[in-house]
């Protein structure tokens, strides 16, 4: 496996963690424990989505390939976790477990997929297009 898929790879597992903690809290109704892995985790993806793959990577493959439909739909699921962080963010702030389990479950779904074809697919072809790519991530 070449460095950026790994080091991606790596970092989608303690995104991973983080989410598993905060979940585990939440189901045992700990919300001080709740919190702070939840917070965690969504500082841990939004450095991973917004500054390393949409403000780094993306413009690097398209600098290359032009604009292109594997980044296109990343952006677009990147959308959707979003807004799922949103809806999970006021979730803890309520307490509210039900809300919490089922919204959790539905982005770990959507992680897990979005994950897949970016391990698969998205980086290796990076890696195949910007040869220093690993390099430009020692950036964040």
């Given at each position: ?55 780094i ?18 952006r ?43 391990e ?21």
């Amino acid at each position: 496996m070449a460095a950026l898929t790994a080091t991606m790879q790596q970092n989608h597992r303690e995104c991973d963690e983080l989410f598993s903690n905060a979940e585990e809290a939440a189901a045992k109704g700990d919300w001080s424990a709740a919190e702070q892995a939840w917070q965690a985790f969504a500082k841990k993806l939004d450095t991973h989505i917004t500054v390393k793959e949409e403000g780094i990577l993306f413009p690097a493959i398209e600098a290359v390939n032009g604009p292109m439909g594997p980044t296109q739909m990343m952006r677009a699921e990147h959308e959707q976790m979003r807004a799922l962080v949103s809806q999970l963010d006021d979730a803890v702030k309520a307490k509210d477990k039900q809300q919490y389990l089922g919204l959790s479950e539905t982005l770990m779904m959507l992680m897990q997929q979005h994950n897949m074809k970016e391990e698969q697919i998205l980086y290796p072809m990076i890696e195949r297009s910007v040869p220093d790519a690993s390099e430009l991530l020692k950036q964040v």
